[in-house]
T-cell receptor, first 115, second 112 residues
Framework: NAGVMQNPRHLVRRRGQEARLRCSPM?????VYWYRQLPEEGLKFMVY????????ESGMPKERFSAEFPKEGPSILRIQQVVRGDSAAYFC?????????????FGPGTRLTVT | KQEVTQIPAALSVPEGENLVLNCSFT??????LQWFRQDPGKGLTSLLL?????REQTSGRLNASLDKSSGRSTLYIAASQPGDSATYLC???????????FGKGTKLSVIP
């Protein structure tokens, strides 16, 4: 059973470009979470999605960031018009249900560098 | 504001030593607490999950305890090895919540 997969592992974008980060949850998991880890900071929750639904995006910046989890295919975190402050590691996690009873399993992360 | 504090921020010990990593949190309505390991440039590996009804969990040389009343958790590592060198993260979810709130971690170096 493959773990949570994220791609690309490293992404370099110039200021103003778009970044697309992909996450495939573990088999059998229908709940996806995105977290961001800024340099020298702890991981911060961004958004929680189920298939075709955004359940909670309270941790997402109000502008330029969006997320989706379509019926088919991976979850995508999209950052438009990237700025240097978006440089961070973005982690995706999945779980079989939303309940805290179950562990969240994390992917290897995508490290975004904005030049 | 819910916060997680991990002390110390960094720790260096000789191989074979037993050690304790500390985690404190401000939310008394904790649902569960997870300890993770993060290697440089890598993702997070879940080590132990303690549910709110439990007081401790053990896996091999690792033992994690949870004291909700004092808002503390500890991760005990027995007979440390160089391969244990990594950053250890503590995170909890509040009651009825799925969000994990993370500490900044303790960077552990085990010297051969």
């Amino acid at each position: 059973n493959a773990g949570v997969m994220q791609n690309p592992r490293h992404l370099v974008r110039r200021r103003g470009q778009e970044a697309r980060l992909r996450c495939s949850p573990m088999k059998g998991h229908s709940h996806v979470y995105w977290y961001r880890q800024l340099p020298e900071e702890g991981l911060k929750f961004m958004v929680y999605l189920q298939k075709e639904n955004i359940i909670d995006e309270s941790g997402m910046p109000k502008e330029r960031f969006s997320a989706e989890f379509p019926k088919e295919g991976p979850s995508i975190l999209r950052i438009q018009q990237v700025v240097r402050g978006d440089s961070a590691a973005y982690f995706c996690a999945s779980s079989p249900t939303w309940e805290g009873l179950y562990e969240q399993y994390f992917g290897p992360g995508t490290r975004l560098t904005v030049t | 504001k819910q916060e997680v504090t991990q002390i110390p921020a960094a720790l260096s010990v000789p191989e074979g030593e037993n050690l304790v990593l500390n985690c404190s949190f401000t939310d008394s309505a904790i649902y569960n607490l997870q300890w993770f390991r993060q290697d440089p440039g890598k993702g997070l590996t879940s080590l132990l999950l303690i549910q709110s009804s439990q007081r401790e969990q053990t896996s091999g040389r690792l033992n994690a305890s949870l004291d909700k009343s004092s808002g503390r958790s500890t991760l005990y590592i027995a007979a440390s090895q160089p391969g244990d060198s990594a950053t250890y993260l503590c995170a909890y979810s509040g009651a009825g919540s799925y969000q994990l709130t993370f500490g900044k971690g303790t960077k552990l170096s085990v010297i051969p």
